[in-house]
Structure formats: structure tokens, C-alpha cells
């Protein structure tokens, strides 16, 4: 298996979230099982089995994110200033189609491609990083199709604020 790559910045927000489920969202959904409970008779108790799977995903999202920590890699975001690094926005120009689009290289654990943000680790993350505005970089998406882009832009200055810890 391997092991989930993680920079410092990741770490961080996982354990903010492990921390607010094990303080904050584990206290809620204890109560609103016991609220349920007290309600009677639980063979038709709705609530009851809706608050118990709500506190059981919640138990299941601590342990995947705290297993997560303790097999991750931990690896730099740091890049050279003209180069394309993690979580850099990166705006590119795709021949084939004449459109230009923007990304974010995230770890994969926050690769999100509805929000624009791609794994370091997919074929486009892996053949950006390292790269200079005006590079031509092909992009290998198996061994019979690739396609070439052109880097025309590298934003340094992403905030990462809003980004949340994806899988599972």
C-alpha cells in the first residue's frame, strides 16, 4: 500500500479536524443519542438509529483521519519561485482545445477536480511540477493518449484556507 503524501499544512487542518470531531462533534451526537433514547420503545425509533449511524461515521472519520497521520508521508511544499510546486495555481493553455484553464496542485488527499484542485500525484499534477511559465509539458494520460499544454501562468500566493481534507 501506499503511503498517502502529506505536506506540513495537511497535517495541520487533519488534526484541527480530529480535534473539533473528538471535542465538538462527538459530545453533539453522544447527546442526541441519549435524547433519542429517552424517547422509548427503540425497535421504531427513527431518531435513535439515524443519531447512532451519525455518531458511528463520526468515530469512522477520527480513526481513517488519525490512521492517515500515522502512515503518511510527510513531504515539503516548498518550490523554487519560478517553478510549479504544491499548492501553486497554475494557469495552462491546452493546444488540442485552444482554452486555457487554471488549477491548483494539492497532495492527493485534497484533490478535488470539481474545484479545480489536481493531485500532484495524476498525470497532470506529476508532469507540471518542476516546470517554468512557457514550458511545453506533455501530459501522459496512458501508455496510447497524450497531449501538451503550455504553462503561461504560476501563482504563488494561493490561500489554502478553504480547502478540506477529501477520501472517505
Sequence with gaps: MAREQLTKNDVAKIEAEIEDRKVNVRKK???????????????????????????????????????????????SDSSKKDEVGLNNT????FEEDDEEQTFKIVTSIRGNSIKGMISNESPMGKALMGKKVGSRVKIAVN?????????????????DSNDTISKF
Design 90 to 93: 497554475v494557469t495552462v493553455y
Design 29 to 75: 451526537l453522544i447527546k442526541e443519542v441519549q435524547e433519542a433514547r429517552a424517547q422509548g420503545d427503540l425497535s421504531e425509533n427513527f431518531e435513535y438509529y439515524a443519531a447512532k449511524k451519525a455518531k458511528n461515521e463520526n468515530e469512522s472519520r477520527i480513526s481513517y483521519l488519525e490512521r492517515l497521520l500515522r502512515t503518511a508521508e510527510i513531504i
Design 143 to 159: 501508455d496510447k493518449y497524450s497531449y501538451y499544454v503550455v504553462i503561461k501562468n504560476i501563482d504563488k500566493s494561493t490561500d
